[in-house]
């Protein structure tokens, strides 16, 4: 597109028929086309200086009551083993679709375009590979209004975007549980780097639907001006699969309610049936600046359960209202110089948790009232100041 050119889409659903196969949060299905769709392709464009305006609005007001009964719906036949084929949805019990969508394509490229108020989750990259989203500027609102969203594809490299978005502004995913295994494709293999994320929920976010697992990531260089949690990575028991190789460096968080939250206990609207466990392993997260964090490092695990372990956190800076770090429910947890100042004692903070080494923290009070240990296992925690 010519710079200064604009493109705005129809809100009509019925130019967006006949149903074209899809995935909605993590499970396959026959739905609306998105705005602009593409499947079983290789070498594919869009680039240019235009604006693509999704006119979302009135899908969001169309799909208020709609979505949840399609939810559910979508979820019982995923369950009842019903075949992706007759998954069928569309025209009244339809559910948003995606902005731009690419399904089992390769060799992609998205540059330099600005996209605006899609009806949900707005660059959704399904089943493909070989990805470059660079230079992108991504504008959302309402529910469900995610940037770019890497799902169950690999060697995805996102650079120097700029975000603003109502959900969380870069996600990866890898399916739903029982259709998420059933596919059994991981996310791995992505660099997201030099970007500015001015809002989000998440700045960059891993899960919930993570069943089909998400390696080697990195996450290096970005810029989050304000979100709820900078760097996220979510599941609960019943999703299953595996998060490993994570690496995130040299990230600043401005202003976030959690600047990094590693988390078992995250709150899906879509509860499980399932009693799976997901594991979280080997986290690397290195050189993170944050200026005004409620919580700077939080890691909430499972009681009983050995679901987040060999976690290594090293050269943290900055302020915070509460804890710099709370652990909760994980082993093998490693901290290096961190350096958070914060408002109210204590500094660190574990509970039940297992072979912990903090090193190089800053405190100015007796060590008694900068560290907090409660639960089993205090003899497996070593620090120094």
């Known amino acids: 597109m010519a710079d200064g050119a604009e493109l705005m889409f129809s809100s009509n659903r019925e130019n967006y028929l006949p149903q074209v196969i899809s995935r909605f949060q993590g499970m396959e299905y026959y739905n609306f086309s998105p705005l602009i769709y593409a499947r079983d392709c290789q070498n594919i464009a869009i680039s240019g200086k235009g604006r693509l305006i999704g006119n979302g609005q009135p899908w969001r ?106 959900d969380d502004s870069i996600s990866i995913k890898s399916g739903l549980e029982k259709d998420g295994w059933r596919v059994g494709k991981s996310a791995e293999r992505i660099i997201i780097k030099n970007c500015k994320i001015t809002e989000g929920h998440s700045g960059v976010a891993i899960g919930s639907e993570m069943s089909g697992g998400v390696s080697d990531v990195f996450i290096r260089n970005n810029r989050f001006v304000s979100v709820n949690e900078g760097i996220q990575i979510k599941s609960m028991i019943g999703r299953g699969g595996v998060v490993e190789n994570i690496w995130a460096k040299s990230n600043d968080i401005e202003k976030a309610k959690r600047s990094v939250l590693i988390t078992m206990d995250y709150d899906s609207r879509i509860s499980s049936n399932s009693e799976r466990l997901p594991v979280f392993r080997n986290i690397y997260i290195y050189d993170v600046y944050l200026k005004r964090s409620s919580n700077a490092l939080v890691i909430e695990g499972m009681p009983d359960k050995d679901l987040i372990h060999d976690v290594y956190i090293k050269n943290v800076n900055g302020s915070s209202i509460r804890a710099a770090v709370k652990v909760k429910h994980a082993r093998n947890i490693f901290l290096r110089n961190v350096n958070v100042s914060v408002k109210k004692l204590p500094v660190v903070d574990f509970l039940n948790s297992q072979n912990i080494d903090l090193r190089n923290f800053s405190c100015k009070k007796n060590i008694n009232e900068c560290v907090k240990i409660n639960g089993d296992h205090p003899e497996e925690i070593f620090f120094r100041k």
Not at 62 to 91: H, P
Not at 100 to 127: A, R
Not at 130 to 144: H, L, P, Q, R
Not at 151 to 163: G, T
Request: proline share 2%; charged share 25%; hydrophobic share 40%.
């Open 61 to 166: 007001d169309w799909s208020e009551i709609r979505s949840t009964i399609a939810r559910i719906k979508l979820l019982e036949m995923v369950n009842n083993n019903i075949d992706s084929s007759e998954r069928v949805f569309g025209e009244e019990d339809g559910l948003r679709p995606s902005f731009v969508q690419f399904v089992n394509c390769k060799n992609i490229l998205v540059k330099d375009i600005h996209l605006e108020d899609g009806p949900m989750w707005t660059i959704h990259m399904i089943y493909s590979k070989n990805i470059t989203i660079n230079g992108v500027n991504v504008k959302t609102t309402g529910i469900n209004g995610d940037g770019v969203v890497i799902d169950s594809s690999r060697n995805v490299l996102v650079e120097n975007c700029f975000l603003h978005t109502s």
